[in-house]
Structure formats: C-alpha cells, structure tokens
C-alpha cells in the first residue's frame, strides 16, 4: 500500500523547515485562496487547506465571495492579490458559479502566483520541461507517491485514465519529460477510447482520474502493475453515519490481489493534493526574494 498520508505528512514537514529557514530571512510565505459561493465541497477543502497553512508556518487567507458577485469585481480581486506583496501564490478555488468565466480568471492571476499552475504560461513551461513554472498540485503530488514509493519510471509503460486539463492533460506531461522520476512511455485514455482493458493490462504504472466509482476491477490490471487511484467519488453506504462514503475509481478488493503498489481513497492522492500547493507555495516566495 501507498501511504499518501504518510508521504504527505513528510513534506508538510519539509515545507515547514523550509519556511522556518525563509523567515530567518525575514520572509513568510503567504498562500490565499478566492472561494466564490458555498459550495460544501469547496468550503471543507479550503477549510482543509487554511489549516495546513498555518500548520506549516505560513500565512493563510481565505477570500470568501459571494456567489452572486461579478466577473469584473471577481477580477478585480485578483488583481489585487497580484498586487498583494504578503500573498506570494494564490488560487481562485474551481468550479466558480456558472455565470463566471473560470478561463478569463485563470488569465488573470500572475503566473509567478499562480501556485495551481493552471495559467497557460505555467501549463507551456510544464510541457517543454521548464522547471521553473508550476506544476498542478495533483499529478505533482502523483509523482512524488511514485518517486517516495521507489517506483521505476523510466521506460515504463505509464497508463492513464482521464483527459482533463487538472489531471490527465498534466500527469502525462509530466511522465513523458526526459527527467528522473518520469521518462515513461505514456498512452492516455479517455471516455472514447475502444477497448480500455487491452490498454490498462498493458500498463506497468495505471493512473486512474475518471470520476467513475470502482470502474477499474482486477481482471484490467496486469499482475504487479503500480495503480494510482485519484477518484474520489462518493457512493451511498446506509452502514455510514452521514449516509456516505468516499471511493476511488480503483475496485479496491479485486486490484489489490494483483497490483504490486496501490493506493488507497482516501489517504492516498487525496492528502498530496495540499502538501504540494504548499510547496509550490514556498518556491513562489523563495523565486520572490531571489
Ligand atoms: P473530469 O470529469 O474533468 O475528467 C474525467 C476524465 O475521465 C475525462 O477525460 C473523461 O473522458 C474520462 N473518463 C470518464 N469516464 C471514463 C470511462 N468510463 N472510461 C475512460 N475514461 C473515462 O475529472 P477530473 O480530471 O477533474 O477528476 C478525476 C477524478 O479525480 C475525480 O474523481 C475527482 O474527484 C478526482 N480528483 C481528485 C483530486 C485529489 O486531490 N485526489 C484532485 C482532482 C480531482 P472525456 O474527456 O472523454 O470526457
């Protein structure tokens, strides 16, 4: 099993001797994060994110709005955390409200800022290997559970599952680089790929980001295949007090019997997530006073 608890713990700790040795130098790296609405998802992880701040060391701020406010106060707002010299990363929390245009804030926010590494700018330098944008909290936090778990990657046949611009589209860009801890040969399915089994059994490293409870059993996964589970989606359980339960997109029972590593929903991916916002975070502030 994967830790991802574990492992994120560790670089919370990492990232807090990092800001104890910024603030020798009269520095203290600050994170904000927009939250538009009151969308219950959002709020516990923004909640979530505000206290691994402060635990780290750093300076935390939330900016909540109201879902009924405009694109251009919305903008606004970004422009003045883009001005905002206590703010050294920032990320305006997704989806916003239907009436916003999520592109045109993203353009917004000053790549040197953008901690999500979602500005085109940072998503560029991702995909040419430049290493000094920002890479996505998620497929960043994927490779580092590879790299701590002592994955081989290099020419290893890197499967995965998903497409979108904040999993898919980043997590192959980065296993393709010709870097350490990447160097894999990379296929991607989506919802129109034909035949996903013939792909998945083929893969010595499957990254699974579709959003689609248990849609990975056993029999699509080759004998000591690495399965890295991102999904997290939530199933009725009548046993669970709140009615709910949290799942991966991996069929945990059936995977476990043949994957060599595997991990688990949650206390895998899910807790890397923050652990790497905070580190893009300290970079930001350490390029800042550079
Ligand atoms: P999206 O819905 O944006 O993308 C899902 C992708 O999976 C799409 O590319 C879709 O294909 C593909 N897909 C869906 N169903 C299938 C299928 N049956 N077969 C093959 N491909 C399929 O989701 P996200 O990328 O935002 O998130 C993916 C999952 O990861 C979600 O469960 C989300 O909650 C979780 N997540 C977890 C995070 C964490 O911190 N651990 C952070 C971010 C996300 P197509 O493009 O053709 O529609």
Known sequence: MI??????????????????????RGMQPGLAVVLVGDDPASTVYVRNKDKACTGAGMHGVTVRLPASISQQQLLSQVDDLNADPAIHGFLVQMPLPRHLDADAVIRRIDPKKDVDGFHPVNVGKMLIGDTDGFVPATPAGVRELLARSDVETDGQHCVIIGRSNIVGKPMA???????????ATVTVCHSRTKSLPEFTRRADILIVAAGKANMLRGDMVKPG???????????NDESAPSGHRLVGDVEFDSVREVASKLTPVPGGVGPMTIAMLLRNTVRAAERAIS
């Open 3 to 24: 830790d991802g608890a574990a492992i994120a713990r560790t670089i919370r700790e990492e990232v807090a001797r990092d800001v104890a040795a910024l603030s020798v």
């Open 173 to 183: 860009a980065i296993m393709l680089q010709n870097q350490p801890g990447a160097n």
């Open 225 to 235: 295949a690495v399965v890295i589970d991102v999904g997290i989606n939530r199933v």
